[in-house]
C-alpha cells in the first residue's frame, strides 16, 4: 500500500502530529482528549497540543462542581500548545477568577483571598489587558459586577449579558463590536446615558447593541442557556516546539526574527512618510538578505516536493521554513505601520502581497499628497492665526514635502513664509528680503514672533481708551482633545478676557484686532460677527467635526469660572462695551466623568432655552466622533430625555451610521421628548449616511409617529424604514391609518421607502 | 476509472487534468474538481502537463477523493445534497479507510474533507474505554503499571468510566 506501509505497526499512532491535534483530537470531547494520554508512551502529551479547549456544558454536569476549578488549572498547567479558543460553558466565575490569575502570571493558584467575587472586575481588568492578542470577549450572566473595566490591545468583540453598574473601556483600539445586554429588573438603573459616553475612546466601533433583556426574552434565554462565560481565542503566545520540523531551517529563521526585532524603525508608516519609511524597511529588510520577500522575486516552494528519481511526492521542508520566515517579516513589517495604514494589511496573507499593496497606495498618493501640500504652501495665509501656529503649519508642510521626496530649501521656508503675512508685518519682509542670505527660518521666526509681540502691544496701547472686549477668538491652543462643550471655552475664556481688558493689560488672548477686522466669538472666522451668524449655521457649528472647526475648542474649564449668562444675541454696536461672553449655566455633571475631558450639556442656540437642563448631563455630542461606527442597535425608552438625549448625542457623534435598529419600548411620550426630537427636525448631517432603518415597536402609535418623524426629517439618504410590531398591537385599520400617516411626513430622502410589519397577517 | 491517452493540449481549455496514483492508475478529473484540492491547484499553476503523479496515495483512496472532489465542484447540486453526500461518504468505512482518506486529504490539502473524515474518527474513539481504544488500533502499551497508575491519577477526572464503552 504505496508508502504507507510502514504506518501498519498500529492503525493511528504514526500520523502525523498535526492531522492527530488539530483534526482527530480537536473533535473529541475534552475528556476523552486527555484520556489518551494512557494508549501508550507515544500519546502521553499529544492532547496537549490541541487548539482548542472547551470545558462543555455536559462536563459541569458530569463531575462534581466543587472540583471543578481544580480541573481547569490541571488542564490548562499541562497544556503546551497555542490555544485558540477556549471555553467555558458554565456559570464559573470562580474558575474565571483563577484563569485570569494563572494566564497572567503563568501559574496557577489554589486559593484565592475569601472574597473571590469581590476580586472579580478588578482581575479581569488587568486580565484582558494582559492577553495582548486577545480577539473576542463574551461575559454572560455576570451578575457579580458592579463596575467593568475592559482593555484589550487587540479585543475586537465584546459582549456582555448581565448585570453591571458601570462599564469602562479604555485601550481598546480596534474594538469594533460592543454589545451589552442587561436584565430587565435592572433596566432603569442602567441607562444608555450611563454607558454611552464611555462608547467615545473606542476609535474602531463599528458595531453597537444595547438592549435591555424583556424586550427580547425569547432570543435572550436562547441564546444565555447554550451560550458560554467566556471566549478567549489565542490567550497563549507561546509556541509548541515540537510541532515544527525542518530544525535547521527553522533554527535560521528563528535567528533571523531576532535580527529583525533589533532592527528599529524610528518611523511608522503614516500618509505622509511613505518614502522615508520604505528606505528604512528596505535598508533592514536587505541587510539581512530577506529582500525578496517583500519583492516577490524569491520562488515560493510548493508545499509538496517531487522526488525526480523515485517520482514520489512528499512534504516540502523549506515550505514551512519559507512560510515561518514570511510570517515573522509579516509581523515586523505590521509593527513598523500606523493605524490607519494597518487597515489596508487586513486580509493580506503573504509580504509580498502587503509590500505590493504598500507601494500602489502610496505610490499613487505620494505624488497627489506632493502637489497639495506644494499648492498648500504656496497659497498659505497667516489670516488670524498666531505667528507661532502659522510658523508651524509652514514648517510642517516642508516636512512633509520633504518626507516625500521634495526638499525646500530653508530660505525657500522662510520666502514662503513671508509671503503669506498681511501689510503689518511689511517692516520684517524689508529686512529679510534686503539680505537674504543671512536668514535662515530659525531666525526669520524669531524676528516674526518679536515682532508680532510689538504689534500687539501697540494695538492695546492705542485702543486703551476703548478697552476691546471683544473676544476675539485666537486659537492658539491646539485643537485636538476637544469635548463637546462647545460654549464653554467660550465662557472660560470670554470671562478672562473681560478681565484682561478692563485691566487693560492683558495682550495674550483676547483684544487682538488687525486692521479692523472683526473675528466671529463662535467659529473663529473672521468675515462675520456671532450676531449675523445664521441659526442654521450656528447649530451647524456644533456638530462639526473638531478637525475642522475651530469654534469647538474647549478648554477643562474650573467649575468655580463664573456664569453670568450672556445670549449670543448681541448687536454689532454693542461690541465695544458689552462683554460678549456666551454662556450657559453649567449642568449638573455626571458623577463619573473622571475619565472623559469633561464634558457639559450644551444647547444649541436655535434651541428654547427650557429644554436646556432637562437633558440631565448628557453632552450634545461626543468629543471624538465614531468615525467607523455604521450599526447601531439598541433600545430606547421614549419617555425619559436624558435617553433620548443619549440617543441623540450617540446619533450626532456617529457621522458615518448606515444602519439603525432601534426598540423603541414605552407608552406614552412626554412633551418634552417631543420638543427634543422637533427641535432636531433639519437635515443636517447627523443622519446623512443612514440607509436603513428598522424600528421595532413595543408601544403606541404617538411615540412611534415622533421618532419615525424626527428620523425621516433628517436622513437625507435614507432607503428604507421598517417598522415592526411584534407584539402585534395595531388592528389593521390602525396600520392602514398609521401607514398613511407616517407617509405624509415630511422627508429628507424622497425615496425611502415605508415598509410596515406585523407578525399578524391579515387578510 | 478512467483512463486515457489524451492529454489536454495546452492551447485548449484547460478543462480536465489527469491525476496518477501510486499503483500506477490514472483518473481524468475536471480542473474545476482538483483546484478544490490547495495542493493539486498549486501545482497545475506551475506545471504545464496535465498529468499529475500523487506517489503516495492509492488507487481506492484516490477515487474516494476524485468522488468527492466532483461532487463539490458540481455547482448543479445544493448545498444540502453536498451535505448528505458528506455524511454518507464517511458512514460505514473502516477505520483503516478513513485513516488513509484523513492522510490523503491532508496531502492534497482538502480541508473541508479532512475535517469531516477527521470527525468521523473521532466519533469512533468517542466515549470508548482506553482498552477498546488499543485493542481496536493495536495501540502497544509500552507504560509500567505504575507509569500508567500514575498518570491516570494525575488526571483522575477524566476516568469516571461509568459511561464509557467497551464493545
Same mark, same amino acid.
Given at each position: 500500500?504505496?508508502?504507507?506501509?510502514?504506518?501498519?505497526?498500529?492503525?493511528?499512532?504514526?500520523?502525523?502530529?498535526?492531522?492527530?491535534?488539530?483534526?482527530?483530537?480537536?473533535?473529541?470531547?475534552?475528556?476523552?482528549?486527555?484520556?489518551?494520554?494512557?494508549?501508550?508512551?507515544?500519546?502521553?502529551?499529544?492532547?496537549?497540543?490541541?487548539?482548542? +479547549?472547551?470545558?462543555? %456544558?455536559?462536563?459541569?454536569?458530569?463531575?462534581?462542581?466543587?472540583?471543578?476549578?481544580?480541573?481547569?488549572?490541571?488542564?490548562?498547567?499541562?497544556? &503546551?500548545?497555542?490555544?485558540?479558543?477556549?471555553?467555558?460553558?458554565?456559570?464559573?466565575?470562580?474558575?474565571?477568577?483563577?484563569?485570569?490569575?494563572?494566564?497572567?502570571?503563568?501559574?496557577?493558584?489554589?486559593?484565592?483571598?475569601?472574597?473571590?467575587?469581590?476580586?472579580?472586575?478588578?482581575?479581569?481588568? $488587568?486580565?484582558?489587558?494582559?492577553?495582548?492578542?486577545?480577539?473576542?470577549?463574551?461575559?454572560?450572566?455576570?451578575?457579580?459586577?458592579?463596575?467593568?473595566?475592559?482593555?484589550?490591545?487587540?479585543?475586537?468583540?465584546?459582549?456582555?449579558?448581565?448585570?453591571?453598574?458601570?462599564?469602562?473601556?479604555?485601550?481598546?483600539?480596534?474594538?469594533?463590536?460592543?454589545?451589552?445586554?442587561?436584565?430587565?429588573?435592572?433596566?432603569?438603573?442602567?441607562?444608555?446615558?450611563?454607558?454611552?459616553?464611555?462608547?467615545?475612546?473606542?476609535?474602531?466601533?463599528?458595531?453597537? %447593541?444595547?438592549?435591555?433583556?424583556?424586550?427580547?426574552?425569547?432570543?435572550?434565554?436562547?441564546?444565555?442557556?447554550?451560550?458560554?462565560?467566556?471566549?478567549?481565542?489565542?490567550?497563549?503566545?507561546?509556541?509548541?516546539?515540537?510541532?515544527?520540523?525542518?530544525?535547521?531551517?527553522?533554527?535560521?529563521?528563528? +535567528?533571523?526574527?531576532?535580527?529583525?526585532?533589533? &532592527?528599529?524603525?524610528?518611523?511608522?508608516?503614516?500618509?505622509?512618510?511613505?518614502?522615508?519609511?520604505?528606505?528604512?524597511?528596505?535598508?533592514?529588510?536587505?541587510?539581512?538578505?530577506?529582500?525578496?520577500?517583500?519583492?516577490?522575486?524569491?520562488?515560493?516552494?510548493?508545499?509538496?516536493?517531487?522526488?525526480?528519481?523515485?517520482?514520489?511526492?512528499?512534504?516540502?521542508? #523549506?515550505?514551512?521554513?519559507?512560510?515561518?520566515?514570511?510570517?515573522?517579516?509579516?509581523?515586523?513589517?505590521?509593527?513598523?505601520?500606523?493605524?490607519?495604514?494597518?487597515?489596508?494589511?487586513?486580509?493580506?496573507?503573504?509580504?509580498?502581497?502587503?509590500? #505590493?499593496?504598500?507601494? !500602489?497606495?502610496?505610490?499613487?498618493?505620494?505624488?497627489?499628497?506632493?502637489?497639495?501640500?506644494?499648492?498648500?504652501?504656496?497659497?498659505?495665509?497667516?489670516?488670524?492665526?498666531?505667528?507661532?501656529?502659522?510658523?508651524?503649519?509652514?514648517?510642517?508642510?516642508?516636512?512633509?514635502?520633504?518626507?516625500?521626496?521634495?526638499?525646500?530649501?530653508?530660505?525657500?521656508?522662510?520666502?514662503?513664509?513671508?509671503?503669506?503675512?498681511?501689510?503689518?508685518?511689511?517692516?520684517?519682509?524689508?529686512?529679510?528680503?534686503?539680505?537674504?542670505?543671512?536668514?535662515?527660518?530659525?531666525?526669520?521666526?524669531?524676528?516674526?514672533?518679536?515682532?508680532?509681540?510689538?504689534?500687539?502691544?501697540?494695538?492695546?496701547?492705542?485702543?486703551?481708551?476703548?478697552?476691546?472686549?471683544?473676544?476675539?477668538?485666537?486659537?492658539?491652543?491646539?485643537?485636538?482633545?476637544?469635548?463637546?462643550?462647545?460654549?464653554?471655552?467660550?465662557?472660560?475664556?470670554?470671562?478672562?478676557?473681560?478681565?484682561?481688558?478692563?485691566?487693560?493689560?492683558?495682550?495674550?488672548?483676547?483684544?487682538?484686532?488687525?486692521? $479692523?477686522?472683526?473675528?466671529?466669538?463662535?467659529?473663529?472666522?473672521?468675515?462675520?460677527?456671532?450676531?449675523?451668524?445664521?441659526?442654521?449655521?450656528?447649530?451647524?457649528?456644533?456638530?462639526?467635526?473638531?478637525?475642522?472647526?475651530?469654534?469647538?475648542?474647549?478648554?477643562?474649564?474650573?467649575?468655580?469660572?463664573?456664569?453670568?449668562?450672556?445670549?449670543?444675541?448681541?448687536?454689532?454696536?454693542?461690541?465695544?462695551?458689552?462683554?460678549?461672553?456666551?454662556?450657559?449655566?453649567?449642568?449638573?455633571?455626571?458623577?463619573?466623568?473622571?475619565?472623559?475631558?469633561?464634558?457639559?450639556?450644551?444647547?444649541?442656540?436655535?434651541?428654547?432655552?427650557?429644554?436646556?437642563?432637562?437633558?440631565?448631563?448628557?453632552?450634545?455630542?461626543?468629543?471624538?466622533?465614531?468615525?467607523?461606527?455604521?450599526?447601531?442597535?439598541?433600545?430606547?425608552?421614549?419617555?425619559?430625555?436624558?435617553?433620548?438625549?443619549?440617543?441623540?448625542?450617540?446619533?450626532?457623534?456617529?457621522?458615518?451610521?448606515?444602519?439603525?435598529?432601534?426598540?423603541?419600548?414605552?407608552?406614552?411620550?412626554?412633551? #418634552?421628548?417631543?420638543?427634543?426630537?422637533? !427641535?432636531?427636525?433639519?437635515?443636517?448631517?447627523?443622519?446623512?449616511?443612514?440607509?436603513?432603518?428598522?424600528?421595532?415597536?413595543?408601544?403606541?402609535?404617538?411615540?412611534?409617529?415622533?421618532?419615525?418623524?424626527?428620523?425621516?426629517?433628517? #436622513?437625507?439618504?435614507?432607503?428604507?424604514?421598517?417598522?415592526?410590531?411584534?407584539?402585534?398591537?395595531?388592528?389593521?385599520?390602525?396600520?392602514?391609518?398609521?401607514?398613511?400617516?407616517?407617509?405624509?411626513?415630511?422627508?429628507?430622502?424622497?425615496?425611502?421607502?415605508?415598509?410596515?410589519?406585523?407578525?399578524?397577517?391579515?387578510? | 476509472?478512467?483512463?486515457?491517452?489524451?492529454?489536454?493540449?495546452?492551447?485548449?481549455?484547460?478543462?480536465?487534468?489527469?491525476?496518477?496514483?501510486?499503483?500506477?492508475?490514472?483518473?481524468?478529473?475536471?480542473?474545476?474538481?482538483?483546484?478544490?484540492?490547495?495542493?493539486?491547484?498549486?501545482?497545475?499553476?506551475?506545471?504545464?502537463?496535465?498529468?499529475?503523479?500523487?506517489?503516495?496515495?492509492?488507487?481506492?483512496?484516490?477515487?474516494?477523493?476524485?468522488?468527492?472532489?466532483?461532487?463539490?465542484?458540481?455547482?448543479?447540486?445544493?448545498?444540502?445534497?453536498?451535505?448528505?453526500?458528506?455524511?454518507?461518504?464517511?458512514?460505514?468505512?473502516?477505520?483503516?479507510?478513513?485513516?488513509?482518506?484523513?492522510?490523503?486529504?491532508?496531502?492534497?490539502?482538502?480541508?473541508?474533507?479532512?475535517?469531516?473524515?477527521?470527525?468521523?474518527?473521532?466519533?469512533?474513539?468517542?466515549?470508548?474505554?482506553?482498552?477498546?481504544?488499543?485493542?481496536?488500533?493495536?495501540?502497544?502499551?509500552?507504560?509500567?503499571?505504575?507509569?500508567?497508575?500514575?498518570?491516570?491519577?494525575?488526571?483522575?477526572?477524566?476516568?469516571?468510566?461509568?459511561?464509557?464503552?467497551?464493545?
Amino acid at each position: 500500500m504505496g508508502s504507507f506501509e510502514n504506518l501498519n505497526v498500529d492503525a493511528i499512532s504514526n500520523l502525523p502530529a498535526d492531522v492527530i491535534n488539530n483534526n482527530i483530537l480537536a473533535r473529541l470531547s475534552l475528556r476523552d482528549a486527555v484520556r489518551t494520554s494512557v494508549l501508550s508512551r507515544e500519546w502521553r502529551y499529544k492532547w496537549t497540543f490541541i487548539p482548542e +479547549i472547551v470545558f462543555g %456544558y455536559e462536563f459541569g454536569r458530569a463531575f462534581l462542581r466543587k472540583h471543578i476549578e481544580r480541573i481547569i488549572d490541571q488542564v490548562l498547567s499541562r497544556h &503546551q500548545g497555542p490555544i485558540n479558543k477556549f471555553v467555558l460553558e458554565e456559570d464559573l466565575i470562580l474558575a474565571l477568577v483563577k484563569l485570569a490569575l494563572m494566564l497572567i502570571t503563568g501559574f496557577f493558584y489554589y486559593r484565592i483571598a475569601k472574597s473571590r467575587t469581590s476580586l472579580f472586575p478588578a482581575i479581569f481588568e $488587568g486580565f484582558i489587558s494582559q492577553c495582548v492578542l486577545l480577539e473576542s470577549v463574551n461575559l454572560d450572566e455576570c451578575t457579580e459586577l458592579d463596575s467593568l473595566e475592559v482593555e484589550g490591545p487587540s479585543l475586537r468583540f465584546f459582549t456582555f449579558r448581565g448585570v453591571f453598574k458601570s462599564i469602562r473601556f479604555k485601550n481598546s483600539p480596534v474594538l469594533a463590536q460592543v454589545s451589552l445586554y442587561t436584565p430587565v429588573q435592572k433596566t432603569r438603573e442602567i441607562q444608555l446615558s450611563n454607558c454611552i459616553k464611555y462608547f467615545a475612546l473606542l476609535p474602531k466601533l463599528e458595531k453597537l %447593541y444595547l438592549h435591555e433583556g424583556l424586550l427580547k426574552p425569547l432570543i435572550l434565554r436562547q441564546v444565555s442557556q447554550r451560550d458560554f462565560i467566556l471566549v478567549l481565542v489565542s490567550t497563549k503566545m507561546d509556541e509548541s516546539p515540537s510541532n515544527t520540523t525542518g530544525s535547521s531551517d527553522v533554527l535560521s529563521s528563528q +535567528i533571523t526574527v531576532t535580527q529583525l526585532q533589533h &532592527q528599529l524603525i524610528s518611523v511608522k508608516l503614516s500618509d505622509s512618510n511613505y518614502l522615508v519609511w520604505k528606505q528604512q524597511v528596505l535598508a533592514a529588510v536587505t541587510g539581512l538578505g530577506l529582500e525578496s520577500y517583500l519583492t516577490g522575486s524569491m520562488e515560493v516552494p510548493s508545499k509538496l516536493i517531487r522526488d525526480p528519481v523515485t517520482k514520489k511526492t512528499s512534504f516540502n521542508p #523549506a515550505y514551512q521554513a519559507y512560510k515561518r520566515q514570511d510570517q515573522l517579516l509579516i509581523s515586523w513589517l505590521l509593527s513598523s505601520l500606523s493605524e490607519s495604514v494597518l487597515v489596508l494589511m487586513v486580509g493580506l496573507t503573504t509580504c509580498q502581497e502587503m509590500w #505590493a499593496t504598500l507601494e !500602489a497606495n502610496f505610490a499613487a498618493q505620494s505624488s497627489a499628497k506632493t502637489m497639495q501640500y506644494k499648492v498648500q504652501l504656496q497659497t498659505m495665509k497667516k489670516g488670524n492665526l498666531s505667528m507661532r501656529e502659522y510658523l508651524n503649519k509652514i514648517k510642517i508642510c516642508c516636512d512633509n514635502l520633504a518626507a516625500s521626496g521634495y526638499k525646500i530649501e530653508d530660505f525657500d521656508q522662510v520666502l514662503h513664509a513671508l509671503t503669506g503675512l498681511g501689510n503689518e508685518y511689511d517692516p520684517v519682509v524689508v529686512t529679510i528680503t534686503s539680505n537674504p542670505e543671512k536668514w535662515t527660518f530659525k531666525d526669520a521666526s524669531a524676528l516674526l514672533l518679536s515682532f508680532e509681540a510689538r504689534v500687539d502691544s501697540a494695538n492695546l496701547i492705542t485702543e486703551d481708551g476703548n478697552v476691546p472686549m471683544v473676544n476675539v477668538a485666537t486659537h492658539a491652543q491646539p485643537r485636538r482633545n476637544n469635548t463637546a462643550g462647545n460654549f464653554n471655552t467660550n465662557r472660560g475664556r470670554g470671562s478672562f478676557n473681560n478681565r484682561g481688558g478692563r485691566r487693560g493689560s492683558s495682550r495674550g488672548r483676547g483684544g487682538r484686532m488687525f486692521g $479692523g477686522r472683526l473675528t466671529c466669538q463662535i467659529c473663529g472666522y473672521s468675515n462675520h460677527t456671532a450676531d449675523n451668524v445664521s441659526p442654521l449655521t450656528s447649530s451647524l457649528y456644533n456638530s462639526k467635526n473638531t478637525d475642522d472647526n475651530p469654534c469647538q475648542q474647549t478648554t477643562p474649564v474650573p467649575s468655580s469660572v463664573s456664569s453670568s449668562s450672556q445670549p449670543h444675541t448681541a448687536s454689532k454696536d454693542t461690541y465695544d462695551t458689552i462683554p460678549l461672553a456666551v454662556e450657559l449655566p453649567a449642568l449638573e455633571e455626571p458623577s463619573q466623568t473622571n475619565i472623559m475631558p469633561q464634558i457639559e450639556s450644551v444647547v444649541p442656540n436655535t434651541h428654547p432655552m427650557q429644554t436646556r437642563g432637562k437633558t440631565g448631563g448628557v453632552p450634545n455630542r461626543f468629543p471624538d466622533s465614531f468615525s467607523s461606527l455604521i450599526v447601531v442597535d439598541l433600545s430606547m425608552y421614549l419617555d425619559s430625555i436624558v435617553e433620548v438625549a443619549s440617543f441623540l448625542c450617540l446619533i450626532r457623534s456617529s457621522p458615518k451610521l448606515q444602519m439603525l435598529r432601534v426598540t423603541l419600548c414605552v407608552y406614552r411620550i412626554d412633551g #418634552a421628548v417631543t420638543e427634543l426630537l422637533r !427641535a432636531q427636525e433639519t437635515p443636517d448631517r447627523y443622519l446623512n449616511q443612514l440607509r436603513r432603518v428598522e424600528i421595532e415597536v413595543y408601544t403606541y402609535a404617538d411615540p412611534l409617529k415622533e421618532f419615525a418623524r424626527y428620523v425621516l426629517a433628517c #436622513a437625507a439618504r435614507l432607503e428604507e424604514m421598517v417598522i415592526y410590531d411584534p407584539k402585534p398591537r395595531f388592528s389593521r385599520g390602525s396600520l392602514l391609518n398609521l401607514t398613511n400617516e407616517l407617509n405624509r411626513l415630511p422627508r429628507a430622502s424622497p425615496s425611502a421607502v415605508i415598509a410596515i410589519r406585523s407578525s399578524i397577517i391579515f387578510f | 476509472m478512467v483512463t486515457t491517452d489524451e492529454k489536454g493540449p495546452l492551447t485548449a481549455k484547460k478543462k480536465s487534468v489527469i491525476i496518477r496514483s501510486c499503483d500506477g492508475d490514472e483518473f481524468l478529473v475536471s480542473e474545476s474538481a482538483a483546484v478544490l484540492s490547495t495542493s493539486l491547484k498549486k501545482i497545475l499553476e506551475e506545471k504545464e502537463d496535465r498529468l499529475i503523479h500523487l506517489s503516495d496515495i492509492d488507487n481506492k483512496t484516490l477515487a474516494m477523493v476524485i468522488a468527492y472532489l466532483s461532487t463539490h465542484a458540481d455547482d448543479g447540486l445544493s448545498d444540502d445534497l453536498k451535505r448528505s453526500f458528506d455524511q454518507e461518504f464517511v458512514s460505514g468505512k473502516e477505520f483503516d479507510v478513513l485513516k488513509y482518506l484523513v492522510l490523503a486529504t491532508d496531502t492534497l490539502q482538502v480541508t473541508c474533507l479532512c475535517y469531516t473524515v477527521a470527525k468521523k474518527m473521532a466519533d469512533i474513539m468517542k466515549n470508548k474505554l482506553v482498552e477498546w481504544v488499543r485493542r481496536e488500533f493495536d495501540i502497544q502499551n509500552d507504560y509500567t503499571p505504575e507509569a500508567e497508575a500514575e498518570i491516570r491519577r494525575l488526571d483522575a477526572w477524566a476516568w469516571d468510566d461509568r459511561q464509557l464503552e467497551d464493545d
